[in-house]
């Protein structure tokens, strides 16, 4: 069992950053994706960007350009700072974790844990 605890959110005005964090912890594991994933308020959840553990990272377009993800393998920490924000990014955001694959994937059932979210809110 993976333990995923996010942190960072809040609220900024558009053209703003903030910089989110998640810490995993519990059992060890040598390979793993780690991904962030968003949900705004009557939408469906979507992904937004990931990344291996060897560093190879996807973003969604929506993103490309303003947000960067990062990792820490021996904190098992990974972040993602996201800037230029536009009130279209406001939404809950979840970091998630897939064990079992090495390449990453932008379905939600391909992530075994979550974490709880963290709310993001850009004004206008």
């Known amino acids: 069992q993976v333990r995923l605890v996010e942190s960072g959110g809040g609220l900024v005005q558009a053209g703003g950053s903030l910089r989110l964090s998640c810490a995993a912890s519990?059992?060890?594991?040598?390979?793993?994706?780690m991904g962030w994933f968003r949900q705004a308020p009557g939408e469906e959840r979507e992904f937004v960007a990931a990344i291996t553990w060897s560093g190879s990272t996807l973003y969604a377009d929506s993103v490309k350009g303003r947000f960067t993800i990062s990792k820490d393998n021996a904190k098992n920490t990974v972040a993602l700072q996201m800037n230029s924000l536009k009130p279209e990014d406001t939404a809950v955001y979840y970091c998630?974790?897939?064990?079992?694959?090495?390449?990453?994937?932008?379905?939600?059932?391909?992530?075994?844990?979550w974490g709880q979210g963290t709310q993001v809110t850009v004004s206008s």
């Open positions: 519990g059992r060890t594991f040598p390979t793993y994706v």
């Open positions: 998630a974790i897939d064990l079992l694959r090495s390449t990453i994937s932008t379905m939600q059932g391909a992530y075994d844990s």
